[in-house]
């Protein structure tokens, strides 16, 4: 069975940082462009950063651009999500995607789908 759990969310203050994990079982991540989406109550799903799978290639929404690293480590079969500096409007519940190919970033190219870990950035 493919399965994606995501795990590090929590309760930060603005300007700390988290690193969301997001492990795969059932099949090897390094054969998937991983990506990394978030849902903030009453708003659409919007794609925060992916990695493909040369990891050559790293994308970023604007709004995370120099704050957040995504990364990979093939020997645990897991992708990572460094957030630093977060903002309050990083709150929302974070998702792990999964593809064969190229890195998109539309929710609906993604196959494979985590339960999400909800991140909270609050003083």
């Known amino acids: 069975q493919l399965q994606l759990v995501e795990s590090g969310g929590g309760l930060v203050q603005p300007g700390g940082s988290l690193r969301l994990s997001c492990a795969a079982s059932?099949?090897?991540?390094?054969?998937?462009?991983i990506g990394w989406f978030r849902q903030a109550p009453g708003k659409e799903r919007e794609g925060v950063s992916c990695i493909s799978t040369s990891d050559r290639n790293t994308y970023y929404a604007d709004s995370v651009k120099g704050r957040f690293t995504i990364s990979r480590d093939n020997n645990k079969n897991t992708v990572y999500l460094q957030m630093n500096s977060l903002k309050p409007e990083d709150t929302a519940v974070y998702y792990c995607s999964a593809r064969l190919g190229s890195c998109r970033t539309q929710a609906a190219r993604y196959n494979y789908w985590g339960q999400g870990t909800q991140v909270t950035v609050s003083s």
């Open positions: 059932g099949f090897t991540l390094d054969s998937y462009a």
